[in-house]
């Protein structure tokens, strides 16, 4: 067979964004040796693009926060179809990771008595986000990769993984290529930790970078683990919308924790109009009070622009829908109105979102401190992904972990703002010493030769097809365009179904796609080896949004546009049956113990 | 919509002894980035054209290359700004692995050179460690460093002695050499002290003027030259 290089680690980390680097860094910590895979350069991943924060319970700002708080609004915010037990975990955990990060050097904003300040943000009941600035993804990476860089971690860069490698039922390792030569590599490892992040490529209009093809959850289904949840596909409500060039990039929610409000083309704040139930106590009556809250007012309730992304998202689709959107098809976020506030408002919006004010005015030639941006929702994170165990973060396959975006279970159907940079903190950890853990008592063991033959052969067959076979492109962009009418913010039953026959017609032309040239860094090949995942995470995700009949969370039915109860007892499971296909199950939630019970009731 | 010429270094690892320009006519809106433009070549007209990307927002900073003579990150520059007429190459100063892509271990090994990573080896307390807004201010600006390396490139003093440390791993030392809370400073100033440290900067501004971050990376490295000659980074 074509000739492969061989490495061996104790335990290898796929991914390396914050969720891989943390990972990497717990397991090197306990003394194994670890190897970490990125797509792309050391430091370029996706978490780089976080803006708002990570959230935890540290109370600096308002000492009435606890975990107990935090763990309520996670619960509320994924409409209890969470795994509680991540949930507790995480919210317990966070103040101490943020504190780690804050001991290795990160910079963060400070109170005016020198501690890490902390900053507002959807669903959550009190300031609760460190951050800086707007920049904090690229703060945490950055920190988590020098702390890293002298601790013994080797890092396989531009490096994408194809299969997994099993020995019985156990994942034993990995097999990919390097991009730059094209060359095939061996990871030999006692344990595998998946942290490959999201699935933002399957759709056209997206906030996510070129990674995000669903690589961990494809690799992971086909090495026999569940999914779960795959149907909750968070859309971020509030996307650039025009230019066209730059459709999906992200407008932080940052800008309405800083008090910027939605409008309509009628000049109406909208999002008034409706505010779900079980959020009316916690929300401003009037948009005084909601100033009064982004300003720090304690005793005032968060303005409806800070409700869930889910609802916040569906409200911007309704406008639109009936007529009240912007020229180019959003609506209006304006933050340049606080002037009517603030004495040195510019300077103020200036200083508090500094990559807001440049990402406009470079792109759009919009100066956001004086006229309002268009804005409109854009795919933004999987919620659903890799089932795992809560306290140990591996899969349902010994040996394989999981950590971050393509791990399932803590956001349940829609997650918080700066959820995501703390649910990466936490679980990167843990999945880092339980993998670490594993290896100690596992060791890799004797490599399958035909398997590793029929995945070079597979991975090679789009250069014997050359330019017979149709490009990788056309067909990545057929499949999001399809994804992003079929199966987007608002779903119907016979629209999935139409899906569903898209993907096989898709699965086909997939299996026939060509490239020319040579297999140095070529990125038409790795395209067409992106694909097979993007179909694999888009098909689970068709099947389980037909499954749900009911909306909930970041899953809208228009067929079944209610919240339904029988539908709040379980969690869509999706793994790979006899034969090769996709099979959907239900698992049951296991009932809150009554210690969580009771924070929930306390906190209605 | 106007059609537009780029013209693009390509090299082949495989097939070319040497860098070759190709042209291609592309049609663009003004409002189209140069990233957008390269991919419209790399989807309809040659998928083997080869360029890094990730985030596509400015932040991750894979994209940096030559546009017009210029460093800059591709995924932020308008087309309408750089004419009908475009030349894009890849950064100057490392091997051109294949087309735009260029070799980026040099660079990392100067990052690395200047112990880039937070140095103070007595036990933080039990919460955070306690800093000023003030000394939280001191360093910000240099903390915004994507390590893209459009200053390094662009450093004529970088282009003749590629043993210099160069700019961006000045801007990285300067984060944590004015950090109240870091107990390294004076390690890194000897570092920098050296011959291939920061004394090779001729205060050419080419630096501050292509990073796309704005840091006024200039500036930053004055402020190092001059701890060092006072001996300290607090005074």
């Given amino acids: ?604 | 919509m106007s059609m537009v010429t780029l013209r693009i270094q390509r090299f082949n690892p495989e097939a070319d002894a040497a860098p070759v320009y190709r042209e291609y006519t592309v049609e663009v809106d003004p409002t189209d980035r140069v990233l957008d433009t390269l991919n419209a070549v790399k989807w309809y007209q040659d998928g083997t054209l080869t360029y890094r990307r990730s985030c596509a927002h400015g932040v991750c900073g894979s994209d940096a290359m030559r546009i017009n003579g210029v460093n800059r990150l591709a995924c932020k520059v308008l087309m309408r700004d750089v004419g009908a007429q475009v030349t894009v190459e890849p950064l100057m100063g490392f091997r051109v692995i294949k087309d735009l892509v260029v070799d980026m271990e040099p660079f990392f090994a100067q990052f690395r050179s200047v112990l880039p990573f937070f140095i103070n080896d007595a036990r933080p307390p039990e919460r955070e460690r306690l800093q000023s807004v003030e000394d939280r201010e001191r360093f910000d600006d240099t903390t915004k460093c994507i390590l893209c390396a459009a200053c390094t490139t662009s450093c004529p003093s970088f282009w003749a002695n590629e043993d210099f440390v160069g700019p961006a791993a000045i801007v990285n030392a300067h984060r944590f050499i004015f950090d109240t809370r870091d107990a390294a400073a004076a390690e890194r100033l000897e570092i920098l002290n050296d011959r291939e440290g920061v004394w090779r900067c001729r205060t050419i501004f080419n630096c501050t003027e292509a990073c796309p971050r704005e840091i006024k990376i200039t500036k930053a490295i004055g402020e190092v030259k001059k701890a060092i000659l006072y001996g300290t980074a607090r005074a």
Avoid at chain 1, 44 to 62: F, Q, S, W, Y
Avoid at chain 1, 221 to 232: I, P, Q, R, V
Avoid at chain 1, 312 to 332: D, K, L, Q
Avoid at chain 1, 456 to 464: G, I, K, S, V, Y
């Fill in chain 1, 1 to 604: 067979m074509a000739g492969y290089e061989t490495v061996e680690h104790d335990v290898l980390v796929i991914g390396a964004g914050g969720a891989g680097l943390r990972a990497a860094i717990a397991a090197a910590a306990e003394g194994v040796s670890v190897g970490l895979v990125c797509k792309s350069l050391l430091g370029k991943a996706h978490t780089v693009m976080a803006e708002g924060g990570a959230a935890a319970a540290m109370g600096n700002v308002d000492d009435r926060d606890s975990w107990k708080v935090h763990f309520a609004d996670t619960m509320r915010g994924g409409q209890y179809l969470n795994n509680w037990r991540m949930a507790e975990l995480h919210a317990q955990e966070a103040p101490d990771r943020v504190r780690e990060l804050e001991a290795w050097g990160a910079l963060f904003d400070r109170t005016p008595d020198g501690r890490i300040l902390q900053r507002n943000f959807g669903g959550h009941r009190y300031p609760r986000l460190a951050h800086v600035g707007d920049r904090t993804g690229l703060e945490m990476i950055r920190t988590l990769q020098d702390h890293g860089i002298h601790q013994g971690i080797d890092v396989h860069m531009e490096v994408t993984v194809l299969t997994l490698l099993r020995d019985g039922d156990r994942v034993t390792g990995a097999f990919g290529y390097d991009r730059e030569r094209g060359r095939f590599r061996l990871f030999r490892a006692g344990a595998v930790v998946l942290a490959t992040g999201g699935i933002g490529r399957a759709y056209k209009i997206t906030s996510n970078s070129w990674e995000y093809t669903g690589d961990g959850h494809a690799l992971a289904y086909h090495a026999g683990a569940a999914l779960m949840d795959m149907e909750f596909v968070q859309f971020h409500p509030t996307g650039m919308v025009w230019p066209p060039s730059v459709r999906g990039i992200l407008v932080t929610e940052g800008v309405r924790g800083e008090g910027g409000v939605l409008i309509n083309s009628e000049g109406r704040r909208f999002m008034f109009d409706d505010i779900p139930e079980n959020y009316r106590g916690q929300t401003a009556d009037d948009a005084e009070e909601g100033w009064r809250y982004t300003q720090g007012d304690k005793d005032a309730r968060r303005p409806p622009e800070l409700l869930t992304r889910d609802h916040v998202a569906r409200c911007i689709v309704r406008e639109v829908r009936e007529g009240r959107g912007s020229p180019h098809g959003g609506v209006y976020l304006d933050i340049a109105w606080i002037a009517q506030k603030l004495p040195d408002a510019k300077a103020h919006i200036r200083k508090k979102l500094p990559s807001m004010y440049h990402q406009f005015k470079q792109l759009a030639e919009i100066d956001i401190t004086s006229e309002p941006m268009e804005v409109g929702p854009t795919t933004h994170y999987m919620m659903g992904g890799i089932r795992v165990d809560g306290d140990t973060q591996m899969s349902t396959v010994p040996g394989l972990f999981a950590a971050g975006e393509c791990a399932a279970g803590l956001h349940g159907a829609n997650r918080l703002g700066g959820n995501s940079l703390s649910d990466l903190l936490v679980f990167g950890k843990r999945a880092g010493e339980s993998a670490a853990r594993f290896a100690r008592e596992n060791r890799a063991s004797t490599v399958d030769e035909a398997a590793l033959e029929a995945a070079a052969r597979e991975a090679l067959a789009p250069f014997d097809r050359g330019t017979e076979g149709e490009g990788a492109y056309q067909v990545q962009h057929d499949l999001q365009e399809m994804m992003q009418d079929l199966v987007g913010i608002v779903r119907r039953e016979d629209e999935m179904e139409r899906a569903l026959e898209g993907l096989a017609a898709l699965n086909e032309r997939a299996a026939r796609v060509g490239v020319t040239g040579n297999r140095e860094y070529n990125p038409g090949w790795h395209t067409a080896l992106d694909l097979p995942n993007l179909l694999t995470v888009s098909e689970a995700i068709t099947r389980s949004a037909l499954d749900r009949k009911e909306s909930r969370g970041g899953h809208f039915r228009d067929d079944f546009p209610e919240k339904d109860a029988a539908f709040s007892t379980f969690n869509t499971v999706i793994r790979k049956g006899e034969g090769g296909r996709m099979e959907l199950g239900r698992e049951p939630i296991p009932p809150l113990p009554p210690h969580l019970a009771q924070i929930v009731e306390e906190n209605r």
